[in-house]
């Protein structure tokens, strides 16, 4: 079964290997194993194309090509607890140069049933500066972009249930290509482990992500480099849709 963003340039530039973590009926596959903590995961990036995002509250936007890189990360949760909220943590020179995230509409259970939480596969676009985005009202996940983190968080009702998986997922051996959180980057970027952390329930978890960070000849030439070709403003604080799900 194969669900897929749209907007993205979906022929992957980079081929991922493949790593398992069973737990029950389900397994976590694509690119390198990458728990936080209890939290079962992997991660892997590429290239990607894109094509359109939200932009403002219940509004997607199309508009040309934009290359970028792409890190997608799968998640089983074997905490015990429900997944509410996972953060990335990236040095501050990267942060200008962070496009877009998206995150999962739905999750599969234990069972090998797809659950659907609504909202619309389309990333949104980091254009209104530093804050919490919600443009699209009917997703489950919100995304705080910071200075120095990027944090995922369920809005009310909503989590990834304990025993239950997104993103590239194996059940009883039919995988599942569904949905997972990702992270859209300039491709002049590269990616390395970058601190991570997790909530489930009262528990906190921490742990390494693929993430990104500068390359090691880059200097502060290429930071707001995307933010100059875009005409964004990236460093202003603000809460952006706000309006949760109801």
């Known amino acids: 079964m194969n669900k897929s963003f749209p907007f993205f340039m979906l022929a992957a530039l980079a081929t991922l290997g493949l790593t398992e ?3 029950a009926q ?3 596959t694509g690119g390198n194993t990458s ?3 209890a939290l079962q995961g992997s991660a892997g990036a590429d ?5 359109g995002a939200y932009t403002s509250v219940g509004t997607i936007t199309t508009f040309s090509l934009i290359s970028t890189k792409r890190i997608q990360y799968n998640f089983l949760n074997e905490t015990g607890q429900s997944l509410t909220s996972w953060t990335l943590t990236y040095p501050t020179s990267v942060a200008p140069l962070i496009i877009a995230a998206g995150a999962p509409d739905d999750y599969i259970n234990a069972a090998g049933t797809v659950v659907n939480q609504g909202g619309t596969l389309s990333a949104t676009l980091f254009n209104d500066g530093f804050g919490v985005y919600n443009y699209d009202t009917g997703l489950p996940w919100t995304f705080d972009y910071e200075a120095d983190h990027l944090t995922f968080t369920a809005v009310s009702g909503a989590s990834l249930p304990d025993g239950d998986g997104v993103g ?3 059940s009883d051996g039919t995988p599942f290509a569904l949905p997972a959180f990702i992270v859209l ?3 002049s970027l590269n990616e390395a482990g970058d601190p991570a952390t997790a909530i489930a329930g ?7 992500e693929l993430g990104p960070v500068p390359e090691p000849t880059s200097g502060l030439s290429l930071v707001g480099g ?3 070709l875009l005409g964004f403003q990236r460093f202003v604080r603000r809460a952006k849709g706000t309006v949760l799900a109801g």
């Open 21 to 23: 973590t069973s737990m």
């Open 26 to 28: 389900l397994s976590v």
């Open 168 to 170: 590239h997922i194996t």
């Open 35 to 37: 728990p936080i903590g």
């Open 226 to 228: 995307l933010g100059l």
């Open 185 to 187: 980057f300039n491709p």
């Open 47 to 51: 290239a990607a194309g894109l094509t």
């Open 202 to 208: 009262p528990s906190n978890y921490s742990g390494t």
